[in-house]
């Protein structure tokens, strides 16, 4: 969650172990769901990033700490 954080989205609301965060200067990118769990799958951590509209690579710097 902490490389969409550096993305720019913003928690919206939290249901349980499911966060919801949205985009707040950008509408096109759409709001995404993340649960909070430990390990994610792999297809639903693709899923996520395909929907920040990012790619892998990017994603990996984000996690590393690299904007």
Do not use: C, W
């Not at 902490?2 to 096109?28: K, M």
């Amino acid at each position: 969650m902490q490389a969409f954080q550096r993305l720019g989205y913003e928690v919206v609301r939290q249901r349980g172990s499911h966060i919801r965060l949205r985009h707040p200067t950008d509408p096109a990118k759409p709001p995404l769901t993340v649960p909070n769990h430990q390990t994610l799958k792999p297809g639903l951590l693709r899923r996520l990033i395909r929907d920040a509209r990012i790619e892998v690579d990017e994603f990996q710097r984000l996690l590393d700490g690299k904007s």
